[in-house]
């Protein structure tokens, strides 16, 4: 009993579910180095439409197996030396890390209302997938640029208004020109209207 549902992904979130007590929507998110961030849109539409009052989002990466260094390896991905050196000239690939992140998610009112302590605001965000482009993992610039454009539009942020920006970073040669082609299109309009 336990292989199945203790090893299995889309057991991991109802399993917590049932052991907090908690109702409404219960993914596990699994869409590479955007899960986190993609967990967290899922999580804000849920909360607008009022499927759920909070929002528990968590990212988690162990790793637990070498065979995912070996693929990674050998598709070129990993630094040889483990250090990721993201838009640097020696960019090789980057280094693997384990860790846990947990956010709690609930609409502004509410928050204010329970007088709970406000870290920060989503004021938007946005998802899409690459599409038909040079190969599943080739990185796909006019689709990243199309999705910072749309996140920036939900949120009713100018591009100029941006101070700090994140970046994925894979510190490889073919992806870290491509997003900051992309970055520097989305975010090249200099000042807000």
Known sequence: ???????????????????????????????A???????????????????????IVGGVNVIASASIFQSMGQAGALAPDGISK????????????????????????????????????????????DGACAGLTVPNGPAQEALISEA????GVHPGQVSYVEAHG??????????LNALHNAYRQASPD
């Open 33 to 55: 180095c955007s899960s986190s961030l993609t967990a967290i849109h899922l999580a804000c539409n849920s909360l607008r439409a009022a499927e759920c009052d909070i929002a």
């Open 170 to 179: 894979t510190g490889t040669v073919l992806g870290d020109p491509i997003e």
């Open 1 to 31: 009993a336990h292989y199945g549902t203790g090893s299995s992904f889309s057991a991991i979130c109802g399993r917590l579910s049932h052991f907090l007590g908690v109702r409404g929507p219960s993914l596990t998110v699994d869409t």
């Open 152 to 155: 920036l539009a939900n949120a």
């Open 86 to 129: 993201a838009f640097d000239d020696s960019a090789d690939g980057y280094g693997r890390g384990e860790g846990c992140g947990v956010v709690i998610l609930k609409r502004q009112a509410q928050a204010e209302r329970e007088r709970h302590p406000i870290v920060a605001t989503i004021l938007g965000s946005a998802v899409n997938h």
